[in-house]
C-alpha cells in the first residue's frame, strides 16, 4: 500500500517554464488536496477535489491547474513559471467530507515535491 | 487576524520537561482541530485530533481544546530531543472541507 505518491521530488525550473506535479494515491480517496509551504510557513491550500471531475480553489491558486479525470489522480499543473511559485509542494488526501471522527478519515501526505524557479 | 495563530518559537524545554504548544483559531464555528508534527524536510505528520471541549490523552501527548477562548494546546510530557520539530496546528472551518494550517511552532528539546 503506498499511499500517497509525489513525482518529481526535487525540480528546478527556469522562469517562464511550464510543469505537472503528480500525484497518485491507492486508497480510493474521493478528496485530494494541494498545499504549497514555503520555508517557516504553514500550509496554503492551492486547489482541492472531492471526487474525479470535480475541482474547486483554495486560498492561493493563482498560476496553477489541475485536473482530476480519475479518482488516483490528481496532478498540479504550473504555467509560466515564477520565482514566486519556490516552494515544498504537497499533495494529501482523505476518505470523505467529514474531518469527524476517525483517525482514518484525516489526511494522508505525500512525501513532498520540492521546485525551485530560477 | 489570521486564520490560525501559533507562535512561531523556537521553543526550547530540558529533556523531560513538558513542552505547552499553543494556538487560537478565529472561525468560532470550527469543528475539529488537529496537530501535525513535521521534521525538516518531511511532510506533516498526525499527533492528534480533538473536537470537544476538555482534554484528550495518547500516550505523551495531551490536546486541549477551549472552544469558547477559540484556543486549542498540544502539551507534550516526557519531551525527548526525537520530538524536537514543527508541530502544525490545524483547523477544520465551520464551512467547507478544507484545513487551515497554523504557521507552526518550532520545538527544540535539549537533552
Same mark, same amino acid.
Given at each position: 500500500?503506498a499511499g500517497v505518491t509525489q513525482t518529481p521530488k526535487f525540480r528546478i525550473l527556469?522562469? !517562464?517554464q511550464s510543469m505537472t506535479l503528480q500525484c497518485t494515491q491507492d #486508497?480510493?480517496?474521493?478528496?485530494m488536496y494541494w498545499y504549497r509551504?514555503?520555508?517557516? #510557513? !504553514?500550509?496554503?491550500?492551492i486547489?482541492?477535489?472531492?471526487?474525479?471531475?470535480? =475541482?474547486?480553489?483554495?486560498?492561493?491558486?493563482?498560476?496553477y491547474?489541475v485536473s482530476r479525470s480519475t =479518482?488516483e489522480d490528481f496532478p498540479l499543473r504550473l504555467?509560466?513559471a515564477?520565482?514566486?511559485? =519556490?516552494s515544498v509542494y504537497f499533495c494529501a488526501s482523505?476518505?470523505?467530507? =467529514?474531518?469527524?471522527?476517525?483517525?482514518?478519515?484525516?489526511?494522508t501526505f505525500g512525501a513532498g515535491s520540492r521546485l525551485t524557479?530560477? | 487576524?489570521?486564520?490560525?495563530?501559533?507562535?512561531?518559537?523556537?521553543?526550547?524545554?530540558?529533556?523531560?520537561?513538558?513542552?505547552?504548544?499553543? *494556538?487560537?483559531?478565529?472561525? %468560532?464555528?470550527?469543528?475539529? /482541530?488537529?496537530?501535525?508534527?513535521?521534521?525538516?524536510g518531511k511532510s506533516?505528520?498526525?499527533?492528534?485530533?480533538?473536537?470537544?471541549?476538555? $482534554?484528550?490523552?495518547?500516550?505523551? /501527548?495531551?490536546?486541549?481544546? &477551549?472552544?469558547?477562548?477559540?484556543?486549542?494546546?498540544?502539551?507534550?510530557? $516526557?519531551?525527548?530531543?526525537?520530538?524536537?520539530?514543527?508541530?502544525? *496546528?490545524?483547523? &477544520?472551518?465551520?464551512?467547507?472541507?478544507?484545513?487551515? /494550517?497554523?504557521?507552526?511552532?518550532?520545538? %527544540?528539546?535539549?537533552?
Amino acid at each position: 500500500n503506498a499511499g500517497v505518491t509525489q513525482t518529481p521530488k526535487f525540480r528546478i525550473l527556469k522562469i !517562464g517554464q511550464s510543469m505537472t506535479l503528480q500525484c497518485t494515491q491507492d #486508497m480510493n480517496h474521493n478528496y485530494m488536496y494541494w498545499y504549497r509551504q514555503d520555508p517557516g #510557513m !504553514g500550509l496554503k491550500l492551492i486547489y482541492y477535489s472531492v471526487g474525479a471531475g470535480i =475541482t474547486d480553489k483554495g486560498e492561493v491558486p493563482n498560476g496553477y491547474n489541475v485536473s482530476r479525470s480519475t =479518482t488516483e489522480d490528481f496532478p498540479l499543473r504550473l504555467e509560466l513559471a515564477a520565482p514566486s511559485q =519556490t516552494s515544498v509542494y504537497f499533495c494529501a488526501s482523505k476518505n470523505d467530507g =467529514t474531518y469527524v471522527l476517525s483517525v482514518a478519515n484525516v489526511l494522508t501526505f505525500g512525501a513532498g515535491s520540492r521546485l525551485t524557479v530560477l | 487576524q489570521k486564520e490560525v495563530e501559533q507562535n512561531s518559537g523556537p521553543l526550547s524545554v530540558p529533556e523531560g520537561a513538558i513542552a505547552s504548544l499553543n *494556538c487560537t483559531y478565529s472561525d %468560532r464555528g470550527s469543528q475539529s /482541530f488537529f496537530w501535525y508534527r513535521q521534521y525538516s524536510g518531511k511532510s506533516p505528520e498526525l499527533i492528534m485530533f480533538i473536537y470537544s471541549n476538555g $482534554d484528550k490523552e495518547d500516550g505523551r /501527548f495531551t490536546a486541549q481544546l &477551549n472552544k469558547a477562548s477559540q484556543y486549542v494546546s498540544l502539551l507534550i510530557r $516526557d519531551s525527548q530531543p526525537s520530538d524536537s520539530a514543527t508541530y502544525l *496546528c490545524a483547523v &477544520n472551518p465551520q464551512y467547507g472541507n478544507k484545513l487551515v /494550517f497554523g504557521a507552526g511552532t518550532i520545538l %527544540r528539546v535539549k537533552s
